[in-house]
C-alpha cells in the first residue's frame, strides 16, 4: 500500500512499484498512459492524486514544473461529476483547457473572455454532465448565479491552483483569492485540494486555513530543480553578457526580466535591433499588444520576451530554455518563481542572474512609495536577495535552505559556485594510499608520466620496465581516467606527499607520505576541474547531432501543426516528448504511442504526420527508422510506470559482446542494429558498470585528448567539441569517452 505523507514537510522519492487491484494509483496509471502517455509518476503526484481520488482535502506543494495540474487532471478524469479548477489567469485557463483537450479530455473554461454565446455553450455543456474538469477564476465562482449551479451539479472536487495567491503572506496576494473561504459552507461534503509553487511554512497554514480545509493532507515536494543550471553574475558588460546568454540558446525560447518598464522597452529595442527576434511585455502596454506579444511568445513567433515581473504567472510554456534575470529581482521568492518558469518539461535549462548594487537602489527606491507598514518586509526579502548574489554557497542549496529544505549533495554541478569549485574525492586516503605505494614499488626510480601509466595499467606510455607489468600497483586505479590520477599525482606532490629532487624527475614518498601510507594521515584530493560544464549547455537535444538535427526538424513540424490549430507549440508535444521521438523514431503508430507523452488521441490525430517526418529524415540521413525504440527516456525520477514493452533483448546481448571488447561494427552485426544504436548501448553499458576507461572502443590517448577538449568547451553538446577537436574525433568517439566520465557529462542523465 501506499503510504500517505500527513505531516508538513514530507518528501517524495520513494521508488514505488506499480499498484493494482484496488490501489488508487493502478486505477489511475492507465489513464495517465491512455490520456498523457507519460511513462513515469514525478514525485508526489501519486500520493496527491491519491487523496483526491479518496476525498481527503490537500495542501500540495510542488516547484514549477513538479507537474501540478496532473494532481488533479488524473483524478478528474475518473470520476462521473466534473471538477472544478479555481485558476487565477485567463489566458493560463485557456491553455491549460487547449491541452487537455488536446489529450482528448472534456475541459473547458469560462472567462470574461468569452462571448456570451460561447459561455453558454459551456453552461449547456456543463449541465448535460459532458465535462470533466471546468477552469474558473475566483470571481466567478463565488457569484451567487454560479455557486447555484454547482449545488445542482455537485462536482466532484476543488482545485485551487495558485493557492499562495490567497495569503497575504504570499508574494501575489490577490483579494478575490479570499472569498474562496465560503466554498467549505457551501460544499461541505466536496474535498477542496490546493496547489502552489512558493509557499513558506506560513503561507502553507494560511491556505489551509482561508479555505477551512479539513485535517488537510500537506504533500510538500523538494523545491530543488536539478534540470536548472544557476549562475548569478556581476554586471561587468551587461550587453555582452545578455548577448553570450541568447547566443547559447540561439533559435530557443528564453525569458529576459528586467525592473523597470523603461529597460524593458530599451533591452527589446536593442535586441531585435541586434536581429534577435525579441518583444517586450509589461503593464504599461496597452492589453491587446500585450496580449499579442505573449501570444507571439507562446507560437514561438519570436524567441524571446523582456518582461517585467507582470509577465510570467499566467504562461504554461513547458519549454523556455532559459530565464536571464537582466537585474536582480526583489526576493528570493520572485526569483524562484521567475527562473522556475525554465525547463518545466524537466530538461535541461539556465537561469542566469546578472546583478550589480544599483539593482538593489531601485528597488529600495520603489519600495519608497509601498505603505509604511509592508515595506519593512519588502526591504528584508530584499536584502536575502543582496546576500544570495554575493553569497559562495552552492545555489541549489541556498535556494532550497529558504524554503526550509536541504539538499544532501556535496556538489550539485549546475550552478557557478559548485562548477567553479574543486570536487572533493570520496575515497581521499585510499587512492593516496595506491599512487604512493606504487612509487615504493617502483623503488622511487621513476617520474610522473611512468607512474601514471603503471597506475591506470596502460601501454601507451614510455616502455615499461621489465616486471612491472607483474606489480601489484599495475592498472591498481584502472578504474579512473588518466587525466584524474596525473592530477591527483601533481596535487600529492604540491601538498607534500611526494617529492622531486633537484635535478631529477623520479618522485619519492616524503615522511608526511608515509603517515597516509600507514593510515595516519588522510590528505584531501580533489577532481580536476571539468568547469563550465553545464554553464554552456541546456539544448535539450544534446544527445548526438543527428537526434539534435531530427529534433529540430520535428520542432519545425510542431509549430506548423499548432499554428494550423491556433494553439501554442508545446500544447501538440512537449520539448520532452519530441526528444524521445528523435531518439527512438518510431515508424509505426503503434511505436508512436511508445514515445513518453504520447497519449491515444495525440498518437490517432498526429502520428501520421510526425512518423512520415521522421520516416523522411531517416531516409535523407540514412539513418534506420525505429531504431532506438528500446531506449528509455530520460524522464525525471520518480514512480516508474512499467516500461512499455521493449522490441528486443539487443541491448542485453550487446553487453555481453562489450564484455569481451568486441568491435562497435562487429556488435551492430551479431545484434542485427544500426552502429548508431550499439553506440548508445555502449554508452549505456560504460556508464552502468562505471568503466573508467572506453578501450578499446576509443584508445586512450584519444579519450585524454576528448577530455582535454571538455576542459576547454564543456562537455554538454557534442557539436562544440567535436569542433575543437578538428576532426581528431567522431561523434561516436566523443560520446563514447563521454560515457567514461565518472560524473557522466552530459546533461540527460
Ligand atoms: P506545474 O504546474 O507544477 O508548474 P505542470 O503541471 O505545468 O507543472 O507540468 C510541467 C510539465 O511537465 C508539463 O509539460 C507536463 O505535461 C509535464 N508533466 C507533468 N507530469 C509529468 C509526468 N509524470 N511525466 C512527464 N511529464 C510530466
Not at 242 to 264: A, D, L, P, T
Not at 564 to 584: E, G, Q
Request: charged fraction near 25%; proline fraction near 5%.
Amino acid at each position: 500500500m501506499i503510504d500517505i505523507p500527513t505531516s508538513l514537510g514530507a518528501f517524495s522519492g520513494r521508488v514505488m512499484s506499480t499498484q493494482t487491484g484496488t490501489d488508487p494509483i493502478g486505477r489511475l496509471i492507465p489513464v495517465v498512459r491512455k490520456y498523457w502517455g507519460f511513462d513515469t509518476l514525478r514525485p508526489l503526484q501519486a500520493e496527491a492524486m491519491t487523496a483526491v481520488l479518496e476525498g481527503r482535502d490537500s495542501v500540495v506543494v510542488l516547484p514549477t514544473g513538479g507537474g501540478k495540474s496532473l494532481c488533479f487532471q488524473v483524478p478528474a478524469v475518473t470520476f462521473t461529476g466534473v471538477a472544478i479548477v479555481v485558476s487565477p489567469l485567463l489566458s493560463l485557463m485557456k491553455d491549460q483547457t487547449d491541452a487537455l483537450q488536446q489529450c482528448g479530455i472534456a475541459a473547458a473554461c469560462l472567462s470574461s473572455m468569452q462571448t456570451s454565446r460561447e459561455q453558454q455553450e459551456v453552461i449547456r455543456q456543463l449541465d448535460q454532465g459532458q465535462l470533466k474538469l471546468l477552469y474558473l477564476a475566483p470571481e466567478r465562482l463565488t457569484t451567487a448565479r454560479f455557486t447555484d449551479l454547482l449545488q445542482r451539479l455537485k462536482p466532484s472536487f476543488f482545485a485551487v491552483d495558485e493557492a499562495h495567491c490567497i495569503s497575504s503572506w504570499g508574494h501575489e496576494f490577490r483579494p478575490d483569492y479570499r472569498r474562496l473561504s465560503m466554498l467549505r459552507k457551501m460544499f461541505p461534503k466536496t474535498s477542496i485540494h490546493a496547489f502552489t509553487a512558493t509557499a513558506t511554512r506560513r503561507v502553507r497554514v494560511d491556505i489551509a486555513e482561508h479555505l477551512a480545509l479539513r485535517n488537510p493532507e500537506f504533500h510538500i515536494g523538494l523545491f530543488d530543480r536539478p534540470n536548472l543550471t544557476y549562475r548569478v553574475e556581476r554586471k561587468r558588460k551587461k550587453w555582452e553578457q545578455i548577448c553570450s546568454v541568447i547566443e547559447q540558446h540561439k533559435g530557443e525560447s528564453g525569458i529576459i526580466y528586467c525592473i523597470s518598464r523603461k529597460n524593458v522597452e530599451d533591452l527589446a529595442a536593442s535586441l531585435r535591433e541586434v536581429g534577435y527576434k525579441a518583444l517586450p511585455y509589461h503593464a504599461g502596454l496597452d492589453d491587446s499588444v500585450r496580449k499579442r506579444n505573449q501570444d507571439a511568445f507562446l507560437r514561438e513567433t519570436v524567441d524571446i520576451i523582456v518582461a517585467t515581473v507582470a509577465f510570467g504567472m499566467g504562461i504554461d510554456k513547458s519549454n523556455v530554455r532559459y530565464v536571464l534575470h537582466a537585474a536582480a529581482p526583489k526576493s528570493i521568492e520572485n526569483y524562484q518563481q521567475e527562473a522556475g518558469r525554465a525547463g518545466r518539461d524537466g530538461l535541461p535549462a539556465d537561469c542566469v542572474l546578472l546583478w550589480g548594487p544599483g539593482d538593489f537602489g531601485m528597488w529600495r527606491r520603489i519600495f519608497g512609495d509601498m505603505p509604511p507598514d509592508a515595506a519593512p518586509a519588502a526591504m528584508q526579502k530584499l536584502s536575502q536577495m543582496s546576500r544570495y548574489c554575493e553569497s559562495m554557497t552552492c545555489r541549489h542549496q541556498a535556494l532550497v535552505k529558504y524554503f526550509g529544505q536541504s539538499l544532501d549533495k556535496r556538489n550539485c554541478r549546475a550552478c557557478d559556485v559548485c562548477l567553479s569549485a574543486p570536487e572533493p574525492v570520496d575515497d581521499s586516503q585510499i587512492i593516496a594510499q595506491k599512487i604512493l605505494s606504487c612509487v615504493v614499488r617502483l623503488d622511487e626510480q621513476h617520474d610522473a608520466e611512468y607512474l601514471e601509466h603503471v597506475l591506470v595499467g596502460s601501454h601507451d606510455g614510455p616502455t615499461l620496465a621489465s616486471g612491472h607489468e607483474s606489480l601489484s600497483t599495475f592498472g591498481i586505479l584502472k578504474e579512473h581516467d588518466r587525466r584524474s590520477v596525473r592530477d591527483w599525482i601533481v596535487q600529492l606532490r604540491s601538498d607534500g606527499y611526494l617529492q622531486t629532487d633537484d635535478g631529477d624527475s623520479a618522485l619519492s614518498v616524503t615522511p608526511a607520505g608515509w603517515l597516509v601510507l600507514r593510515g595516519n594521515d588522510d590528505p584531501e584530493l580533489v577532481n580536476p576541474r571539468r568547469a563550465v560544464r553545464r554553464l554552456t549547455i541546456a539544448h535539450p537535444a544534446a544527445e548526438s547531432g543527428a537526434e539534435e538535427q531530427l529534433f529540430e526538424e520535428l520542432r519545425k513540424l510542431r509549430k506548423s501543426v499548432a499554428d494550423d490549430r491556433n494553439v501554442p507549440a508545446f500544447v501538440i508535444f512537449s520539448d520532452a516528448a519530441l526528444l524521445d521521438m528523435a531518439r527512438k523514431r518510431p515508424a509505426t503508430l503503434e511505436q508512436f504511442l511508445r514515445v513518453n507523452g504520447v497519449g491515444e488521441k495525440k498518437c490517432s490525430e498526429f502520428g501520421p504526420k510526425f512518423i512520415k517526418c521522421i520516416a523522411e529524415w531517416c531516409h535523407a540521413h540514412s539513418v534506420p527508422s525505429n531504431d532506438g525504440m528500446s531506449s528509455e527516456t530520460g524522464a525525471p525520477q520518480g514512480i516508474r510506470i512499467p516500461p512499455k514493452p521493449t522490441t528486443s533483448g539487443a541491448e542485453l546481448e550487446a553487453y555481453k559482446l562489450f564484455d569481451r571488447g568486441v568491435s562497435l561494427e562487429d556488435v551492430a552485426s551479431n545484434v542485427k542494429r544500426a552502429k548508431s544504436t550499439v553506440v548508445r548501448y555502449l554508452e549505456d553499458y560504460l556508464r552502468s558498470n562505471q568503466k573508467g576507461s572506453p578501450e578499446p572502443w576509443v584508445t586512450a590517448e584519444l579519450h585524454t585528448k576528448i577530455l582535454e577538449s571538455v576542459e576547454r568547451v564543456g562537455g554538454d553538446r557534442l557539436r562544440p567539441l567535436f569542433d575543437d577537436l578538428d576532426g581528431a574525433a567522431d561523434y561516436d568517439q566523443i560520446r563514447i569517452s563521454l560515457a567514461c566520465l565518472k560524473d557522466g557529462a552530459t546533461d540527460t542523465d
